[in-house]
Structure formats: structure tokens, C-alpha cells
């Protein structure tokens, strides 16, 4: 990968959020390389100075005027010619050699920044759902959380869990389990912004960061979400077996743990589950309609 290459990639990954310092990183040290680059420009300058000025040297004071004619005498040494050119040689060698190193510096730097955000994204990314993982989560909420509080504005969590998903294991196997966790990542990727965030939470439950929105606005999403999963059932995926989805939501306010809103948003998202009725009027709970009960261990 060239340098060019390189920073285009460096920079749209920084665009999307995923390298919140690292741009700004390779950035500086791609700073301190060029500095050196013009260290060398400054040799370079300094040499055929120091040339120019012992050519000059050697001409003007064998410089005389003769019938309106200027004539030049100069008795130089073969030594002193072959050490000149012997050390212009060297010079322009140590030059081309420094700069290719410092190329080489450049894409070592960039290629190497690339590879260990990727292996840091990876860590945090849920291999079967290309979602985040649990482990990413304390870190991203805590930006969420910054700035919703730096801000002002709303911030929701939506806790979200495969309804029956036991049944979908034991009457399709564990590879369409599999695949049905795969297919909700990215119905609910589908219906959020890129400003949003999906955390696969745990087994067959997800968590969604809604950035900028009140409990209220993320009913849009809710509808969203659900229209997405019919379209997904209509398409007859699971014989006989429509997929459902039990979803509570939390809105975050200024003085809040993080721990505190997933309670809230986990008994929402429990006490939808334990309704009889499936009917779209009387799913999808906000936390505010609940009677507080014990809080469950995450």
C-alpha cells in the first residue's frame, strides 16, 4: 500500500467514526518524517553552496581583464577533482538512499497504523454478526455519553431480544440460529443512522445507542425495525415460524450510569416480552410506562 493510498484509507475510516485518534496520530508522525525530508532538501542546499562557493574560489582570483576578453586560468590537482566528484557521489548517494528510506518510513507507518486498528476493531466487532461486541460497549457508551451530556441532546438505548429463539435452535438447528442472529444485525444496521450504534449484547439480545434521539423519536425506529422483520417473514425464511422481536427503551438523562439505563431498558424490554398480546399497539415499551421492579444482574 503506498502513502497516498494509505492516508485516503487512514482518513475515511476517521470520517466514519472508526479511528477516533489514530488519523490524527499517523498524521503527526507523518509530520516529524517530513521534517526530516526537509533536513535533507537543507544537505543538499548546503553542499552545492559550499561547492558553488569553492568554485568561485578558485576562478576569481584567476580572473584577469585583456583586451575587453575575460580569460581563466585555473591549475587544479587530479586529486582534488576526483575527491570533488568522489564526494559529489557519495553526497547524492546518501541522499537517494535517506530518501528512499523515508518513503519506505511512510508506508511502514501507515500500513502498520492500518493493520493495528483494524486488529482493535476486530476485537471489538462480533464475529458472527459484524455488529459490535459487548466488550466495545463500556467505551462507546461512554462517548455517547459525553456527548449527549456535552451537547444537551437526548440519548435512547434500546435493548432488543430474538423472541423464541430457543425454539428456532431446537426446530431449525443451530446453524439457522446462527444465521437468523446474522440476519436481525443487520435488520436493525439497516434502520438506524451511522451516527447510531448496534451492540450484539449478548446471545440472542442487542443493544441499540440511539444518538440524538428521545424515547419518543425512536418509536420511528421501532416502526422501522418492525416493518423490516415482516418483510423478512413474508419472504418465508423459517417454515412456520414468524420472527419477532421484544424491544424496551430507555432514555438516558444527565446524572445516569450507564449500568442504570441497560436496567431500565432490559426490564422495558422483559415486560414486552411477558405480554400476551403481539399486537404492534401494545409491543415496543418505553421505560416510563413500567412499575419499577427488581433490577436484573448484567
Known amino acids: 500500500m503506498d502513502a497516498a493510498a494509505g492516508l485516503e484509507c487512514l482518513h475515511a475510516m476517521s470520517k466514519e467514526g472508526q479511528l477516533p485518534d489514530a488519523f490524527s496520530a499517523v498524521t503527526q508522525q507523518l509530520a516529524s518524517i517530513e521534517r526530516r525530508d526537509w533536513e535533507l532538501w537543507i544537505i543538499v542546499s548546503l553542499a552545492g553552496f559550499l561547492v558553488s562557493v569553492g568554485l568561485l574560489a578558485l576562478i576569481i582570483p584567476a580572473a584577469f581583464l585583456k583586451q575587453e576578453d575575460i580569460h581563466f586560468q585555473i591549475t587544479v590537482s587530479r586529486q582534488l577533482v576526483v575527491g570533488l566528484f568522489v564526494l559529489l557521489g557519495l553526497l547524492n548517494g546518501y541522499l537517494a538512499t535517506r530518501r528512499l528510506d523515508l518513503r519506505r518510513a511512510r508506508q511502514r507507518l501507515i500500513s502498520t497504523t492500518i493493520q493495528n486498528e483494524l486488529v482493535r476493531l476486530q476485537s471489538f466487532t462480533d464475529p458472527l454478526t459484524e455488529v459490535y461486541n459487548r466488550r466495545s460497549l463500556e467505551d462507546m457508551a461512554g462517548r455517547f455519553i459525553s456527548h449527549a451530556r456535552r451537547l444537551q441532546s437526548p440519548l435512547t438505548f434500546m435493548m432488543i431480544d430474538v423472541d423464541r429463539f430457543k425454539e428456532v435452535n431446537s426446530r431449525f438447528g443451530h446453524l439457522t440460529g446462527d444465521l437468523v442472529l446474522s440476519e436481525v444485525a443487520t435488520i436493525l444496521k439497516s434502520s438506524v443512522r451511522g451516527s447510531d450504534a448496534v451492540v450484539r449484547y449478548g446471545g440472542d439480545e442487542f443493544l441499540v445507542i440511539l444518538a440524538d ?19 423478512w417473514n413474508d419472504q418465508g425464511h423459517l417454515e412456520s415460524f414468524d420472527l419477532t422481536l421484544s424491544i424496551g427503551r430507555c432514555e438516558w438523562t444527565d446524572g445516569m450510569t450507564l449500568d442504570e439505563a441497560l436496567d431500565k431498558s432490559d426490564r422495558a424490554m422483559y415486560a414486552e416480552k411477558d405480554m400476551p398480546a403481539k399486537n404492534s399497539d401494545a409491543r415496543n415499551l418505553d421505560v416510563a410506562t413500567l412499575v419499577p421492579s427488581t433490577p436484573r444482574s448484567h
Open 213 to 231: 434521539t428521545s424515547t419518543l423519536d425512536a418509536r420511528t425506529v421501532v416502526d422501522r425495525i418492525k416493518a423490516h422483520v415482516k418483510d
